[in-house]
């Protein structure tokens, strides 16, 4: 499986990470071999077979529906990086094109 | 007729009224001091888990229910990947597979009558994200995250919609539905109900769909209608000069009356959806649907056609009566009294709804309740008042709050049935009016209607007109 | 009196209460051996010693009025993943290097409720993402046995720590073999639990499905005794079992003879070093004495375990990690120029490589027109891995193997490829991937560095492979031995 140039800065703008141009060939090479490794699964027959997303067989337990947390913002935002009148601040999200 | 067709199709958020959040104990409440509801699981600090709340899968299932669709056992979380502020893990606990609602189809009626079904594909759970906002701060947005977690039910219709007209139609029947099975206030001016549209057009007759797009941001039945109908013009626009339709997001602005495309990466919306793995598929037992089941108010679907059956009002009476769970809870307390169906239907979509539009008013909120009107109209059964008079009544107990009955006392207002009464005065008329009764006499029956006007007046509308047309009617014979 | 840390948790808890000495003293030997040795080998990231020293002297006052806890007293330590109120949590990451958590995980909690004096968090693979523990932002962790080798990873901190007498027992957390592997290179006693059994509420996650968190002791007795303390049924973790814990300190002295032990051909076939089969070899004579029948299993799709693992891992990571994004807690780039900038920095700067990798493939898997062929595939593969267990354990009770495909290596000897050090855990991964109880115990050494052999069991039956480990430690010598590092 080849990684083309566009597949890496798909995935690398999918999951916000900047990476350098020139640290792309070696990035492809490694991300190649690991595709290699992975591409062992092709040759098993799982037609008829069910996923399986946890080990246990078991069902979701429920919560009852009540108010247990209080307010506790100033404990909760004391790692924040940026703080303003209670709200995180982050450069302005625009929605629209100009 | 148009030689493109509308093909609408409708996505309403409806944030559930549960206590709590959907996967954290925090408060749901609205309106709160920033970030002072957001837990560290709605924070989406390292470490933290999602819990499910009982009551939003009680919730998801009375709608299901109410629209008779699959209850999908068991139904599944799923993650829907994409970065956002608002969004503080970076992805949504969403349902992709085995949504918890799948298929139903509800009916709307139109403004003329008619009456059209239309399916749901799915309704399913999801977690609602925080808010941003963006003034008052130079360069800069502020993300508060009390919302983060608060429950969602995403309702998905099939493209059944042809018109804005349907469109808003169908938005009032999941609002209505949603108010009567209390799993929502549906305010969209708060955003309790959201609703984004999907709007494609196609040749007419063409059994291909042509390209949609996706608008946001309309918090009100009448925007909603807008935007489509402006959707609409600039789709059509761009057809017939040949040109394609680009499939996008936009926005409404609801000042300018338009819609602006969203700023997207072309491979922005690759959601990477898979199973939630902190979360187990939800088996839901007969028993646990049934539980659901029984605790369910009457819908306003069987209300209308109990209102039709036992109440023989009009369809549309009916329908119009029975929209509104506290309007029609309003209209059976004043039936009660009244014992005339039909008088307190009358009653209800006239004069009390003319009292109540031209100050603005819900029925909740009116200055007559329903023990007085229901009061006023017995009165009016029972024939002690005309049904001219009561109207007079009527405007009087709105403005001054006091009962009927205090009224009619006051102001002397009892209709006038005895018969030697009423003939005293129809003998003052015809003396007061000889001219005119040597006219009538002579041939010009209309006059009677003037003899009648003249008696009540003289009795100031208090005289029972049916007597008066009776005694009038034998006393001219002599 | 001097040689304190050589104690068992038993002998220490006699001690304790017969006031031979007391938590103190113990605390600040422990304090005190971190200080003059952890610089050699950087098994610490944070040294809580006003903390530890506090705990101790309350565990003295409810041992002076007859009210001590299960392991009270008992200095600990607790891998950097696990969220401790008021206390660096890093993950080994330069993302939460300045990240003092607001509240404390479950495991966390359970100790302290048992009385467990924490000297401090110690160091890890980035985010649990390694196999070596070279990957830290806080520096890479040498094995107390040969300093210029690996400890393995993710959780080499707590293995060094332990091995090098610097703490009792450490926590650790398991998702490809991240106890079991550093237990087995640094000559250690590893158990990974079932999966659910183990609160992961304030576990810092990096996949899901798969994380699971345990001990690294020097015995099986004492992790029966830190195992007990940590296990338990968590309403705050939908994934924990809801299932009694059972009294693993009384279940290891239960008989071994006669259970079951399966010898899978797949992996008996591979062309391991010589010393490695031969340690296998004379442990299974120990067993045999000991009346346990060894028998040859067949685990037919094992060999897919590294694809599946390297497809399903990295895919909930990519998603796990989308929270560190610079807006709530931990790293942010400077001057971000807008929002997007300051994603794309935060996340560059603030991962470290393995990391970055491993979102990325992650990332890949579960892309549009990918999902099916990568995702999906894994999680099939996965079922029928588990099947092939749920078989074997039709016919055997336990299941044995080396841990590690050799002893510990060079640092820097295997970075240049991720591949080779993803081979590390090809004996390890299997039980992660059917969330079945492994431990690793140690049976032999070559060259100075020590071999580890690991019993799988079927799900809840860490009693049968504690057990096996403690029986196994009563008549072999390789667990006493401790390394120079003074």
């Known amino acids: 499986m080849s990684l083309k140039n566009q597949d890496l800065e798909q995935i690398a703008y999918l999951a916000r990470i900047n990476i350098d141009k020139d640290k792309f060939p070696s990035l492809k090479k490694e991300l190649e071999s690991i595709l290699e490794l992975v591409a062992k699964m092709d040759s098993v027959n799982t037609e008829s077979v069910v996923p399986m997303s946890h080990p246990l067989d078991l069902s979701q337990p429920l919560r009852k529906d009540k108010v247990t947390e209080k307010d506790d913002r100033k404990n909760l935002q004391k790692n924040a990086p940026s703080i303003k009148a209670g709200l995180f601040m982050v450069p302005k999200v625009i929605e629209v094109e100009d | ?478 | 009196m001097t040689e304190l840390h050589k104690l068992s948790i038993k002998e220490k808890l006699k001690g304790l209460k017969d006031s031979t000495f007391s938590s103190k003293e113990l605390t600040e030997s422990y304090l005190k051996r971190i200080k003059k040795l952890d610089s050699k080998i950087n098994s610490f990231i944070t040294v809580l010693e006003e903390r530890a020293v506090k705990s101790a002297k309350e565990a003295d006052q409810r041992y002076a009025s007859g009210s001590a806890l299960p392991l009270d007293g008992i200095p600990i330590a607790h891998k950097d993943i696990f969220c401790t109120e008021g206390v660096l949590t890093s993950c080994g990451s330069r993302m939460l290097s300045n990240f003092i958590s607001p509240y404390s995980s479950t495991v966390v909690k359970n100790f302290e409720g048992s009385g467990s004096v924490v000297l401090g968090k110690t160091n890890m693979d980035e985010f649990a993402m390694g196999s070596s523990n070279e990957t830290s932002y806080f520096g890479e962790v040498k094995n107390p046995w040969k300093k210029d080798y690996v400890p393995g990873g993710s959780s080499g901190g707590s293995a060094a720590c332990v091995s090098a007498g610097l703490a009792s027992g450490a926590t650790g957390t398991d998702t490809g073999g991240s106890i079991r592997q550093p237990a087995a290179l640094c000559g250690l006693t590893g158990i990974k639990p079932t999966y659910g059994r183990v609160s992961r509420y304030g576990m810092i996650a990096f996949a899901s499905s798969l994380d699971q968190g345990g001990v690294l002791t020097k015995t099986a007795e004492d992790a029966a005794y830190m195992l007990k303390t940590m296990s338990g049924h968590d309403p705050k973790d939908s994934t924990s079992l809801n299932v009694e814990v059972p009294d693993f300190v009384k279940e290891i002295n239960k008989e071994i003879k006669g259970l079951r032990v399966g010898l899978p051909k797949q992996f008996f076939s591979m062309n391991l070093p010589e010393y490695v089969e031969r340690s296998i070899n004379e442990s299974l004579k120990v067993f045999e004495k000991l009346g346990v029948k060894i028998i040859d299993v067949d685990l037919p799709h094992i060999d897919l375990s590294l694809p599946i693992y390297y497809v399903i891992a990295p895919a909930e990571c990519s998603a796990n990690l989308s929270r560190y994004d610079g807006v709530k807690f931990g790293y942010r780039c400077e001057d971000p120029k807008n929002l997007e900038d300051l994603y794309m920095r935060t996340r560059e700067e603030g991962f470290g490589t393995e990391v970055k990798r491993r979102i990325l493939i992650g990332t890949y898997a579960l892309s549009a027109g990918y999902y099916d062929a990568y995702y999906l595939k894994a999680q099939k593969c996965r079922r029928l891995v588990a099947n092939d267990f749920k078989e074997t354990f039709k016919s055997v009770d336990l299941i044995l193997s080396p841990t590690a495909p050799d002893t510990s290596f060079a640092l820097g000897a295997k970075t240049s490829d991720p591949v080779e050090m993803y081979k590390q855990d090809i004996f390890t991964i299997p039980a992660n991937l059917a969330g079945l109880p492994g431990i690793s115990v140690p049976c032999g050494q070559h060259q100075g560095l020590p071999l580890g052999l690991q019993l799988v069991s079927d799900n809840l039956e860490e009693s049968k492979i504690l057990r096996m480990a403690h029986h196994f430690q009563l008549n072999t010598d390789w667990h006493k031995s401790w390394p120079e590092l003074d």
């Open chain 2, 1 to 478: 007729m148009s030689e493109w067709e509308t093909v609408i199709g409708l996505e309403v958020h409806v944030q559930l009224a549960t206590k709590s959040k959907i996967f954290s104990g925090a408060s749901t409440l609205f309106g709160s001091s920033p970030n002072t509801q957001a837990c560290n699981i709605d924070l989406g600090m390292p470490g933290v888990l999602p819990v499910l709340n009982e009551k939003v899968l009680k919730m998801a299932i009375k709608f299901g229910l109410s629209i008779n669709a699959n209850i999908n056992s068991p139904t599944q979380f799923a993650r829907k990947n994409y970065f956002y502020p608002d969004l503080p893990k970076g992805y949504q606990i969403s349902q992709l597979d085995n949504p918890i609602v799948e298929g139903g189809v509800l009916e709307i009626t139109l403004k003329d009558g008619s009456k059209k079904k239309i399916r749901i594909t799915r309704a399913h759970l999801e977690e609602d994200a925080g808010k941003s906002l963006h003034d008052d701060f130079e360069g800069l947005s502020g993300i508060d995250l009390n919302r983060a977690g608060t429950p969602l039910l995403e309702i998905v219709s099939e493209p059944d919609l042809s018109t804005p007209e349907e469109a808003v139609a169908y938005l009032k029947k999941i609002h209505s539905i949603i108010r009567y099975l209390e799993i929502s206030d549906g305010n969209m001016a708060e955003g309790s109900m959201r609703c984004d549209a999907n709007v494609s057009l196609r040749k007419r007759g063409s059994k291909e769909l042509g390209t949609r797009t996706e608008t946001k941001n309309v918090n009100s039945f009448k925007f909603v209608e807008k935007a489509i109908q402006h959707e609409i013009r600039r789709q059509i626009k761009i057809l017939e000069s040949g040109e394609r339709v680009t499939q996008e997001t936009r926005l409404y602005d609801s000042q300018l009356d338009e819609t602006r495309p969203m700023r997207s990466k072309e491979y922005a919306n690759d959601y990477r959806y898979f199973p939630e793995p902190d979360l187990l598929p939800v088996v839901l037992s007969e028993d646990f649907i049934k539980s659901v089941k029984d605790l369910m108010p009457e819908l306003s679907e069987e209300k209308e056609k109990r209102f039709v059956k036992e109440y023989k009002l009009s369809d549309y009476d009916a329908n119009v009566l029975s929209v509104d769970p506290n309007l029609s809870n309003f209209f059976e307390e004043v039936v009660v009294r009244s014992r005339n169906p039909k008088l307190a239907a009358n009653w209800i979509m006239g004069e009390l709804s003319a009292f109540l539009n031209k100050e603005n008013l819900s029925i909740l909120e009116t200055k007559v309740d329903s023990i007085n009107l229901g009061n006023l109209l017995s009165r009016i059964e029972d024939s002690t008042i005309s049904g001219k008079i009561a109207k007079e009544i009527f405007e009087e107990m709105w403005n001054s709050k006091k009962s009927p009955d205090e009224i009619i006392e006051e102001k002397g207002l009892k209709q006038v049935t005895d018969s030697s009464e009423i003939e005293k005065v129809i003998n003052q008329v015809l003396e007061q009016n000889q001219s005119q009764l040597e006219q009538y006499k002579s041939g010009k029956v209309k006059l009677f209607g003037f003899f009648v006007g003249q008696v009540m007046k003289a009795s100031k509308g208090k005289a029972n007109p049916e007597q008066v047309n009776k005694l009038l009617e034998e006393r001219l014979k002599e």
